[in-house]
């Protein structure tokens, strides 16, 4: 049996230790929030935050995080950055056939823990390992960079679309 | 001779088809089918598309699949015009399977070809504004006012000072006929369409809330993963799972159509089994073969002469009479889709009914597809449409369906089955491969005088009807499929051009004299469409030649182009719209810009490319973007359309290619077939031609003329002509 915390809560299971992180989250604890686009490491699909650092959870195997704390796409909205960046993810339509952005907001909002102010290149060095078959990219960047701006302490917050829109979602 | 586009050829295959759907499925269609709509009391459901509830809710069941296109919003918006009714009030549904849903343009359920928003404006318009009109009726008559005193404004019924929601009058438009020949709303009064505003599915897909196909989780539902041949041709011969059954949480093996499915408890365990697993293959007529192999025989086909598909003038008395002449021979590899969602489907098949769930371009053929191999009427079966990881083309085709639900009849549980990535790269279905070779000719003007034009390769539409025909008339025999198949398949070969193969190599420019020629070599590699089909290539060829003859005329790239757009006023639009980027952009040193235009899916394009080229990588830094697709919808979902164009085509580009050696393909996964990462991406600026023309397709229309472009840029950053895809290969060799 292999413990690890999920989303605040530990959990325990019984997969093989080898099972990588990302089948024992969505099939072993239903939440499908994290997608499987490679299998490989190299899309970013699967990311996930263990400990606060984003990993590709594809090639993770759960014995890696026993004992660890696993934050998932879930879980991440009552987390620091995370709500900034999907309020800007909202507002500039971000997302297109949104597969891979569950990835791409963990890859994010990792980015945004450590470092609160980043450039165009920072941006790019942190989210290169999220592939986006749609082309979002110019968007992602832009996203990142007004949700870091919002972010900042002497930021003006602007009207919140993503908190009307996401009332309406939980209503409907 | 007739030409047949993608959409027409759909479209005429299917009527074709209809004989026979008489035919086989005449007992299903002796009743209409329900419509997929689940009604509580007091709901108000007028037609196929809105449901409209006594708590004041409103659903929208769009015909169309949502693969980020951005169609949920887009379609909402046209109805939501007409009704005048916020976009954002509506809760949209994804449409199950049903007639009523059916493309208009080309009279089945398919998502397609750029088509969504042009066929199915006037048709969602009609609706929304022949609906407000029955709500104003009947309004009319439970306030006891006359028609003429009350309006709308935002799912309101105004009176006066008071505003009544529509919700309010259900009861009584359910008894009143639907009013007829109500005049669709004036554009001058438009409030939603033309205005960009944040997509629908936004907070879904920011929060991993949107369900995928893979997604879906029913009770004692199992995991599938199938080992298919490596050589396209081949089947199993024979088998041996003891090991894969030893596999902890394997359940069972089963022989399908294609290959062995391993069956497990959950995913992992299934695609450790599918390792464990020992299969032998038959011998396949491309065991061998080579990229190379297949290119000779495309380069021997083009020298044999194809058939002719499209000519004026004397191209051959042009051509002898021309000043200068430019000949050059163009190479497009095998390109995979690769959706970021690998394909994946849940199919339960019971004694008498069944269920699929699927993120699929065409829910009615998923539909036909299970009726078929489960031995069901397609009455029997339910369809769950979920949104699609991507599809590109590529989820038109449903083998995936098939599949699961041969191995869902085998075991008799609820099967998801799910492709790996190494099993998307090679399991086909896949952008034909082409050689092309177009001659042309400049006058004493420099004017173009001959344009001769010709392409090799596999025929899309044989193998669309080997796929399509199975789904979509599910009681036609096998053996009949494959005798439409095979007619189909001879037909292409000797005497009928499949127009998606070359459109796109002629028909932007004036061309005094022109032939079009196609020389059609199979190898048993399955194709498909793949966004924007013929023309990823055949713009590719057209606008590198292009540039070549300006250059051999003299003239400005850009000027010559509207030298030869005299006739095409949407084309010349936005040419001269990137030419103010062409001559008006600033470049650091080291930089250079290169210019295509293409017209495709009845949308016009122009592209200016910003590139350099440092220790042989090309890289694109900026791309300026002209669009003409008529009225805007939603601007920002047309940005957002031709930025992911550029991005998509520029993947094929630079890095695209899928290479076949001794018969088995050789990319398996990200590493050796890479996509365009965010330190790649160029800025990208788009400008929306001012139009109140009907509104045109943008899901593909921005993708050909990127990878041109770009090489008519490195062109002048080097010197070199590259004409061969990928570039980064073809300027590492030239």
């Known amino acids: ?172 | 001779m007739s030409q047949l586009s993608r959409r027409s050829f759909l479209r005429h295959s299917a009527l074709a088809g209809g004989g026979l759907l008489v035919a086989f499925t005449l007992p299903g269609c002796s009743a209409p089918p329900r419509l997929p709509i689940a009604r509580e009391q007091g709901d108000f459901v007028p037609n196929a598309f809105l449901q409209f509830a006594s708590d004041g809710s409103v659903r929208f069941f769009c015909p169309r699949d949502e693969m980020g296109q951005g169609v949920t919003t887009g379609l909402t918006t046209i109805v939501a015009e007409g009704l005048d009714m916020a976009p954002q009030r509506f809760t949209v549904e994804l449409a199950g399977a049903h007639p009523d849903y059916a493309n208009p343009g080309m009279g089945f359920q398919v998502t397609g070809g750029s088509t969504s928003v042009k066929e199915h404006f006037t048709q969602l318009m009609t609706v929304g504004c022949e609906l407000r009109a029955l709500f104003l009726a009947a309004a009319a008559k439970d306030l006891g006012v006359a028609e003429s005193a009350l309006t709308t404004e935002d799912g309101m019924i105004v009176h006066g000072e008071a505003r009544h929601p529509y919700g309010q009058f259900l009861t009584t438009a359910a008894t009143l006929p639907l009013p007829e020949a109500v005049p669709l709303k004036d554009p001058a009064t438009y409030r939603w369409i033309g205005t960009a505003f944040p997509r629908l599915d936004g907070p879904q897909k920011a929060t991993g809330t949107a369900v995928y196909g893979i997604d879906i989780d029913v009770p004692g539902m199992e995991y599938a993963v199938v080992v298919r041949p490596p050589v396209f041709g081949a089947t199993v011969a024979s088998f041996d799972d003891s090991a894969a059954r030893a596999v902890p949480g394997v359940r069972t093996v089963v022989e399908i159509a294609t290959g062995v499915a391993v069956v497990a408890e959950h995913f992992w365990q299934a695609k450790k089994g599918a390792e464990a697993l020992t299969v032998r293959w038959s011998a396949s007529p491309l065991d061998g073969a080579s990229t190379a192999s297949l290119r000779a025989d495309y380069a021997e086909a083009l020298a044999m002469g194809g058939k002719e598909a499209e000519s004026t003038g004397d191209v051959v008395k042009a051509l002898a009479a021309a000043e200068k002449t430019v000949e050059l021979e163009f190479w497009a590899p095998f390109l995979a889709h690769a959706p970021m969602e690998p394909m994946s489907a849940v199919v339960h098949v019971r004694e008498n009914d069944a269920e699929v769930w699927a993120g699929t371009q065409g829910p009615g053929a998923a539909g036909g597809l299970v009726a078929r191999h489960a031995g069901l009427d397609p009455a029997q079966v339910t369809v769950h449409q979920t949104y699609l990881g991507g599809a590109f083309g590529r989820r038109g085709t449903l083998t995936h369906v098939a599949e699961a639900t041969q191995i869902s009849k085998a075991t008799g549980t609820p099967v998801k089955l799910l492709w790996t990535r190494e099993d998307d790269l090679r399991g086909g279905l896949y952008r034909p491969a082409s050689l092309m070779r177009i001659r042309a000719g400049l006058d004493k003007s420099g004017q173009i005088s001959a344009w001769d034009a010709e392409r090799a390769g596999a025929n899309i539409t044989p193998e669309t009807l080997r796929n399509s025909l199975p789904a979509l008339l599910p009681g036609m025999p096998e053996g009949i499929v494959d005798w439409v198949v095979g007619v189909a398949d001879k037909a292409h070969r000797g005497w009928i051009v499949d127009h998606s193969s070359i459109e796109g190599l002629y028909e932007d420019y004036s061309l005094p004299n022109f032939a079009v020629r196609h020389a059609t070599k199979e190898h048993g590699i399955p194709v498909t469409f793949w966004r924007s089909v013929g023309h990823s290539y055949t713009a590719f060829a057209k606008e590198v030649t292009m540039d070549a003859l300006a250059e051999a005329a003299n003239a400005d790239p850009v000027a010559f182009r509207l030298a030869h757009l005299k006739d095409n006023p949407r084309m010349a639009g936005v040419v001269a719209k990137a030419q103010e980027a062409w001559n008006g952009w600033t470049l650091a040193p080291g930089r250079h810009l290169g210019f295509a235009a293409h017209h495709s899916f009845a949308t016009s394009v122009a592209q200016v490319a910003e590139v350099s080229v440092d220790d042989g990588a090309i890289r694109v830094h900026r791309v300026f973007c002209a669009v003409d697709c008529g009225l805007a919808i939603n601007p920002d979902i047309i940005r957002a359309q031709m930025e992911g164009a550029v991005m998509y085509g520029l993947t094929a580009a630079l890095h695209g290619k899928l290479e076949l050696e001794n018969g088995a393909v050789k990319q398996s996964n990200f590493h050796d077939y890479p996509i365009l990462r965010i330190d790649e991406a160029p800025k990208v600026e788009v400008v929306i031609m001012e139009s109140q023309e009907a509104p045109t397709g943008v899901g593909e229309p921005g993708l050909p003329p990127i990878a041109p472009a770009v090489a008519n840029a490195v062109y002048r950053a080097t010197g070199k002509r590259l004409t061969e895809l990928p570039l980064n290969d073809a300027l590492r060799l030239a």
């Open chain 1, 1 to 172: 049996m292999l413990r690890f915390t999920l989303n605040g809560k530990t959990v325990e299971t019984d997969l093989a230790p080898d099972t990588p992180l990302l089948w024992a989250v969505r099939d072993g604890f239903k939440l499908k929030g994290s997608k499987f686009g490679c299998g490989a490491g190299l899309c970013g699909a699967c990311t996930m935050h263990v400990d606060g650092v984003a990993q590709k959870t594809c090639v993770l195997p759960l014995a890696a995080v026993a004992g660890r704390a696993v934050t998932t796409i879930e879980g991440v909205t009552a987390t620091g950055a995370a709500e900034a960046l999907q309020a800007a993810w909202v507002a500039q339509s971000v997302s297109q056939c949104g597969y891979c952005q569950s990835g791409q907001i963990m890859a994010a909002s990792a980015l945004l823990a450590q470092n609160p102010n980043p450039t165009e290149a920072d941006v790019e060095a942190a989210m290169a390992g999220n592939i986006c078959r749609c082309g979002c990219y110019p968007r992602i960047k832009s996203a990142v960079l007004a949700a870091a701006a919002t972010l900042a302490p002497d930021a003006v917050v602007q009207g919140t679309p993503f908190k009307d829109a996401m009332a309406r979602e939980a209503s409907a």
